[in-house]
């Protein structure tokens, strides 16, 4: 095996990733920022190793061909919403100023 950059765990949890989530490979890779291709290769390589049959190319996927029922979307829709403003939340306290304020005045720290 050659040297990788990438840990063991590293990797089996990307692939996990892959084979759990609901994104596509692509994004997965994106965000983790690891190559496709590489990303790719190891999903091959772990559904080979564990005899997981590869899914068709032109088919869809089991993911995608389940229609979704109405409670089912508003669920899914209400987590990923918690979800958004979450992360709108962490930005909003990283985007603040550093200062304080008082009836609508900033003063910087230093100047109390």
Do not use: C
């Amino acid at each position: 095996m050659r040297n990788s950059k990438y840990t063991r765990e590293f990797r089996d949890s990307s692939v996990q990733l892959v084979i759990n989530s609901n994104e596509s490979t692509a994004k997965i890779a994106k965000d983790l920022d690891v190559n496709e291709k590489t990303l790719y290769n190891w999903v091959r390589e772990y559904k080979k190793a564990n005899n997981i049959p590869r899914e068709a190319r032109n088919s869809f996927s089991s993911k995608n061909s389940i229609k979704e029922t109405a409670e089912e979307e508003n669920k899914r829709l209400r987590a990923e919403n918690k979800l958004l403003k979450q992360e709108r939340d962490i930005l909003k306290k990283a985007t603040a100023p550093q200062g304080h304020f008082f009836q609508g005045a900033y003063f910087a720290k230093g100047t109390l």
